[in-house]
């Protein structure tokens, strides 16, 4: 186990629907990021927090609103999503976020398959 | 933006034989590059990584390379074993890992 743990592990979901994401970690880690991977593209940088602030979105949709409470915990809000939403979604946290002079191994979490209908 | 090419897609080499992956990428200032191994059913997990100072690393049977100068990096997984069967993805990073899509290698006794 790699100390990322989400929630739920599958998910299907209407176009219509509202529902969450939980990632958790428990490796003490300033940064946590959400990432899209979807078959045959490379893994897509959604958000990035460091110390429970926004750093990045990377031109994500409204549809797609994520919360950090505190650098443990960072959740993903889902709504009205689209079929082309469906992937595997992935939570994942480094010490402190990458900056330029430093780099700083990501750990992921096995993922939330997500299926919208 | 940063992009990332990796080849082959799909590899598919005999127990004992060695494996080469190979990822090309354009920013020039991208300084750090790591390779992950993705199982079925579970997320990306680091198995070795490399900083733009160092030309060469290595742990046991898998060993990265990076040419700096021809901006492209590989990874060499030597002795290969069914348990190394799974999806390989390089990235490069300055400020965030942009990755490829990834090699899925498939290692048959």
């Known amino acids: 186990e790699t100390g990322v743990t989400q929630t739920p592990r599958h998910l299907v979901m209407g176009m219509t629907n509202k529902k969450s994401l939980k990632c958790e970690q428990h490796l003490g880690h300033n940064a946590m990021y959400w990432y899209k991977q979807s078959a045959k593209k490379p893994l897509e940088l959604m958000f990035v927090?460091?110390?429970?602030?926004?750093?990045e979105n990377n031109s994500v949709p409204s549809r797609f609103s994520p919360e950090c409470p505190n650098s443990s915990h960072l959740f993903l809000h889902l709504h009205t999503l689209q079929p082309e939403d469906s992937a595997l979604y992935l939570c994942?946290?480094?010490?402190?976020?990458?900056?330029?002079?430093?780099?700083?191994?990501?750990?992921f979490g096995p993922g939330t398959r997500l299926t919208v209908t | 933006g940063e992009n990332v090419e990796q080849h082959p897609s799909t590899l598919s080499v005999q127990e004992g034989d060695s494996a080469v992956i190979k990822c090309t990428y354009s920013?020039?200032?991208?300084?750090?590059f790591p390779w992950y191994k993705q199982e079925l059913g579970k997320g990306p997990q680091l198995i070795i990584d490399i900083r733009s100072n160092v030309g060469e690393k290595k742990d046991q049977r898998i060993a990265v390379t990076l040419n700096k100068t021809a901006k492209h990096f590989s990874l060499h997984i030597t002795e290969t074993q069914p348990e190394d069967s799974a999806v390989y993805f390089c990235?490069?990073?300055?400020?965030?890992?942009?990755f490829g899509k990834g090699t899925s290698l498939l290692v048959t006794p």
């Open positions: 990235a490069a990073a300055l400020y965030a890992l942009n």
């Open positions: 920013d020039s200032a991208s300084n750090y």
């Open positions: 994942a946290s480094s010490q402190d976020r990458l900056a330029g002079g430093s780099s700083y191994e990501q750990y």
């Open positions: 927090y460091n110390f429970k602030e926004q750093t």
